[in-house]
């Protein structure tokens, strides 16, 4: 997958439910007027502040929005608005694009109350936090590993939530992406003349991520490989997997063309 792919793939936002919890909290507390300038401490009942830090959201000052829902939790740590603010404070942090802060936030919700009906939201933004941070597959791919399980945690935990369903979307394309990743360390090491090294990171992709994209590929480089490594026999068995399985691919048209030129009396 190349770097431009690769971005264009991850730079989806995701569709933050409209209905259900998220209105809900956007709505309770609605009592209007107008933000405070600053954040230093000043005792403000719990409704006016929250109001407060939701009227900021509204004109899209996601930071300070966030800001102020901590300072609900911070003056009124024992009021049902402090659970409010928690998930409201992450999700202000992640829409200002501030995904660490974002994913302690909803952390520490679900750290005090695990088994809250909205529990599944703060899953859903700790994982979506760190998939937006996914980059191309020529850096680090730790923060990619971190989105997969968070959404494979999602998924596990909340399979008939309406985050479920976009979880196994993204779920997808991460392993795509890793995937890619594989591939790309494994054409380098090709191109090196490290053959067997090349061979370990296609066979991950075929045994790991046989469902994405790079499969057929995967399997016309160890068609490749196996074959610098003067071992024909192991290279007719990649090919006719490529070809019982991606019979009109053009992966497969040059793992024939190259097994009769370079092992034509086994592929015959």
């Known amino acids: ?36 300038e600053e954040t230093a401490y000043v005792a403000r009942d719990v409704e006016t502040l929250y109001s407060a830090a939701k009227e900021r959201l509204d ?9 102020l829902f901590d300072e609900v939790e911070r003056q009124h740590p024992y009021s049902p608005w402090a659970r409010r603010a928690q998930l409201m404070s992450a999700f202000s942090y992640y829409v200002s694009r501030d995904y660490n802060k974002s994913i302690q936030s909803a952390q520490r919700f679900l750290s005090i109350h695990p088994g809250n009906k909205d529990a599944s939201y703060a899953y859903y933004l700790i994982a979506i936090s760190y998939y937006e941070q996914i980059s191309d597959v020529q850096r680090d791919q730790a923060i990619t590993q971190q989105a997969l399980t968070a959404l494979e945690e999602v998924r596990r935990r909340f399979p008939e939530s309406r985050y479920a369903a976009d979880a196994n979307l993204k779920i997808d394309l991460v392993n795509d992406h890793l995937a890619g990743k594989e591939m790309e360390i494994g ?7 490290n053959w067997i090294a090349a061979q370990i990171r296609f066979q991950n992709v075929v045994e790991t ?13 160890l068609t490749e490989t196996s074959l610098a490594l ?33 092992a034509p009396t086994v592929s015959s």
């Open 230 to 262: 003067g071992i024909p026999e192991e290279a007719e068995k990649y090919a006719a997997v490529l070809g019982a399985n991606y019979p009109g691919s053009k992966w497969y048209e040059r793992a024939y063309d190259l097994m009769r030129e370079k």
């Open 1 to 36: 997958m190349s770097a431009k792919h690769a971005s264009s793939r991850f730079s989806l936002r995701p569709v933050l439910i409209a209905g259900g919890a998220l209105s809900a909290l956007l709505l309770a507390g609605c009592a209007g007027g107008s933000g405070p």
């Open 209 to 221: 991520y046989q469902t994405t994209s790079h499969t057929a590929e995967a399997l016309y480089r």
């Open 187 to 193: 054409r380098f090491y090709e191109r090196s003349g």
């Open 59 to 67: 004109r899209g000052d996601a930071k300070m929005a966030a800001a």
